[in-house]
Structure formats: C-alpha cells, structure tokens
T-cell receptor, first 110, second 113 residues
Framework: GQNIDQPTEMTATEGAIVQINCTYQ??????LFWYQQHAGEAPTFLSY????GLEEKGRFSSFLSRSKGYSYLLLKELQMKDSASYLC???????????FGKGTTLSVSS | DGGITQSPKYLFRKEGQNVTLSCEQN?????MYWYRQDPGQGLRLIYY???????QKGDIAEGYSVSREKKESFPLTVTSAQKNPTAFYLC????????????FGPGTRLTVL
C-alpha cells in the first residue's frame, strides 16, 4: 500500500526558516509533489521532485531522497502570508492519480 | 483566461436528497479528479477520469457517482447513500493522469442538514 506522513502542525516567526518533512512509502515511485493550501481555498502547486536533490524556487525549496522515502519543503524568510497548510503527494500505484498526505498546518507569527 | 470552475461555492441540502456538484475546465486537460476534504484532513480521492467517457473509483467512492460525457465537464453526484456528505469538495484537472501538476477549482462546501 501507500502511506504518507507529515507533521500535523508547525509554528514559526516572521523572517525565520522552516523545514516541513514528508515521508512516504510507495511501490513504483513516480515523483513527489508539494502543494500550498490557504484555509478555505484550493491547493496550489509549489513543486515537483522526481530526482534526488534540492530544487530551489525563490523562497521555497524542495528536497527529495528516493532511497530514504523522504522529502522536505524549505521555506525561507517567512512571511505572514505563508501561514497555510502544506500538502505532500505522490502518484498512486497505477500512476493515474495523486495520493495526498494529511497536510502540515504552518502558523507564522510576528 | 484558462481555468477550472466549480459551482456553487456553498450548497445546502436536506438529508436524503441527491445533489450534483459542477466542475468545468477550459484547460484542454484529459484528466479530471474529485477530492473530498474534511476539517484538518488531507484530500481523499473520490473518482477520477483519465479521458472522456471513462472514469475510475478512488479510495472513497461509495455513495458518489460521476459522468464524463464531455472533456470539459466532470460532475459529481452525492447520493443519499453517502452516510456523511458534509465536506469541502475539490475538483482538479491535469494534462495527463497521475504524474502531472494538478490544477484545482475553488471548491464547493456542501452542508447536509
């Protein structure tokens, strides 16, 4: 089967750096996605990793280790607007849909 | 502008009534999906469609039905058989099924009284 684990909640202060971890168990790995979801809104795409290593995109970076079944999302120079839920997702076994983790709710305070 | 729309944003129904949620996309995407989200939970897959006139059950399909008669449209019917239908419903689409970035609609919050 497939399983995705993320911490439920995290807190941080403006200007800080935060790392949100995601571990997954899946057969036939086909990449890992990160989405951001503000309360009451639709998720929006942040990143996609299919190869090992770090991919940087502005203040956000995403890391993947396929051998460890591990990914993290790194948010730098935190802003209040970064308060949201961050969802980790991997394709299902058939590669036809995404399986989402329960999400990590990040609260950024001043 | 290309995008994916869902209507209505809020929907109230009495217990025992079927209700259909609309999802339309003009992105020319082949794949479309329906997810359910409950408070503090991630997204759970209800149904998905890889191509027009074809669809498959997701993890929680019981009490739901879909159709995919047109590429642009993927309506979801919440039937009276769904035991706990009150939730936030999200529709998404992608170029190809599974491995491509998914674009989400704004969601429909269904409350069954």
């Amino acid at each position: 089967g497939q399983n995705i684990d993320q911490p439920t909640e995290m807190t941080a202060t403006e200007g800080a750096i935060v790392q949100i971890n995601c571990t997954y168990q899946t057969s036939g790995f086909n990449g890992l996605f990160w989405y951001q979801q503000h309360a009451g809104e639709a998720p929006t795409f942040l990143s996609y990793n299919v190869l090992d290593g770090l991919e940087e995109k502005g203040r956000f970076s995403s890391f993947l280790s396929r051998s460890k079944g591990y990914s993290y999302l790194l948010l730098k120079e935190l802003q209040m607007k970064d308060s949201a839920s961050y969802l980790c997702a991997v394709p299902n076994q058939a590669g036809t849909a995404l399986i989402f983790g329960k999400g990590t709710t990040l609260s950024v305070s001043s | 502008d290309g995008g994916i729309t869902q209507s209505p944003k809020y929907l109230f129904r009495k217990e025992g009534q079927n209700v259909t949620l609309s999802c339309e996309q003009n992105l020319n995407h082949d794949a479309m999906y329906w997810y359910r989200q409950d408070p503090g939970q991630g997204l759970r897959l209800i149904y998905y469609s890889q191509i027009v006139n074809d669809f498959q059950k997701g993890d929680i399909a019981e009490g739901y039905s879909v159709s995919r008669e047109k590429k642009e449209s993927f309506p979801l019917t919440v039937t009276s058989a769904q035991k706990n239908p009150t939730a936030f419903y999200l529709c998404a689409s992608s170029i190809l099924a599974g491995r491509d970035e998914q674009f989400f609609g704004p969601g429909t919050r269904l409350t069954v009284l």
